[in-house]
């Protein structure tokens, strides 16, 4: 079975400041991926960056950085300079190993992040 | 525009009703998902189809039924059978290992 905790129901953050939202995770399966998502206040989900379990290097996506340590099993996401615009919930989330039928997604709690002008 | 479109945005039952809530996607996706939000919570799986006419239960299939009969469309039902329906539902779709899009949402309210 896997699971996604993230223990950080809500924080506030100046904006221009850079934020980490924290997420571990569990699985016995091999390989894995893991996944940051944003929720504005309309509820779509958007993908933010994707890091694969045997990825060398940490994900980078614009403003955003994927924070990996496979051996604490932590998937943090930082988002540097941040903006008024980010303020929304961040779920981070993990699918297994394909080829072992576990291509779902596996969600955390969430994250309510809320930027300071 | 490439996408995914989920109708209605609202929907009100009445208790007692079968509701079909519809998941359209162009994107040329194999997989499509459905989960369910409450307040406050994280996403649940309720159903996912890899494939054309075939399908798995996720983690709260209890009181939903599904269908795919194209690749583009995914319904879902929430039959009188579910007791707590009252949700945000999310329609999501994907390339086998890759990240899934998704949809805006329907939010369903049972009256």
């Known amino acids: 079975a896997q699971k996604i905790t993230q223990t950080q129901p809500g924080m506030f953050v100046q904006e221009k400041e850079a934020v980490t939202l924290d997420c571990t995770y569990d699985?016995?399966?091999?390989?894995?991926?893991l996944f940051w998502y944003k929720q504005p206040s309309s509820g779509e989900m958007i993908f933010l960056i994707y890091?694969?379990?045997?990825?060398?290097q940490n994900a980078t996506e614009g403003r955003y950085s994927l924070n990996f340590q496979k051996a604490r099993k932590s998937a943090n996401l930082v988002i540097s300079a941040s903006q008024l615009g980010d303020s929304a919930m961040y779920f981070c989330?993990?699918?297994?190993?394909?080829?072992?039928?576990?291509?779902?997604?596996?969600f955390g709690t969430g994250t309510r992040l809320t930027i300071i002008p | 525009d490439g996408g995914i479109t989920q109708s209605p945005k609202y929907l009100f039952r009445k208790e007692g009703q079968n509701v079909t809530l519809s998941c359209e996607q162009n994107?040329?996706?194999?997989?499509m998902y459905w989960y369910r939000q409450d307040p406050g919570q994280g996403l649940r799986l309720i159903y996912y189809?890899?494939?054309?006419?075939?399908?798995q239960k996720g983690d709260i299939a209890e009181g939903y039924s599904v269908s795919r009969e194209k690749k583009e469309s995914f319904p879902l039902t929430v039959t009188s059978a579910q007791k707590n329906p009252t949700a945000f539902y999310l329609c999501?779709?994907?390339?086998?290992?890759?990240?899934?899009?998704f949809g805006p949402g329907t939010r369903l309210t049972v009256l």
């Open positions: 999501a779709s994907s390339r086998a290992e890759n990240e899934q899009f």
């Open positions: 699985t016995s399966d091999p390989s894995y991926g």
């Open positions: 890091q694969g379990s045997y990825d060398q």
């Open positions: 989330a993990m699918r297994g190993t394909i080829w072992r039928g576990n291509e779902k997604l596996t």
């Open positions: 994107l040329n996706h194999d997989a």
């Open positions: 189809s890899q494939i054309v006419n075939d399908f």
